[in-house]
């Protein structure tokens, strides 16, 4: 058998390995992450989330406690980014509403700003 044959079937091997080892043996488990860690599609449903159980509640504290996991930032920013983001890739009109309604309540809420 050439060597370069032999070269290419190690190789080969080795990647299977690696990947049966990586994917089904031992793969890698979230536990326990906080939001800001998410894509920003994902960052921008979270927080659409939360708009829609502030529409629904009228809780300000209760939504700015929820927007707090995201990072040091005010809330009204975390919802100011989402929105954004939203506006670009073309979220529905009622969604849009809502993570207006939610800026809205968290630029005038006191207890959101630190």
Not at 32 to 54: F, G, I, K, N
Request: aromatic share 14%.
């Amino acid at each position: 058998m050439p060597r370069w044959i032999r070269f290419a079937l190690f190789l080969l091997l080795g990647l299977a390995a690696g990947l049966v080892y990586g994917w089904v043996i031992s793969p890698v488990e979230y536990v326990d992450t906080s939001p800001e860690h998410l894509r920003a599609d994902y960052r921008a449903d979270y927080v659409l989330m939360v708009a829609e159980t502030y529409a629904s509640s009228r809780d300000p504290q209760a939504a700015a406690r929820s927007l707090s996991l995201f990072s040091p930032q005010p809330p009204a920013a975390v919802v100011f980014e989402a929105l954004e983001y939203a506006r670009s890739v073309g979220y529905a009109s009622p969604d849009l509403a809502l993570l207006q309604f939610l800026l809205t309540a968290m630029q005038t809420y006191p207890g959101a700003v630190p």
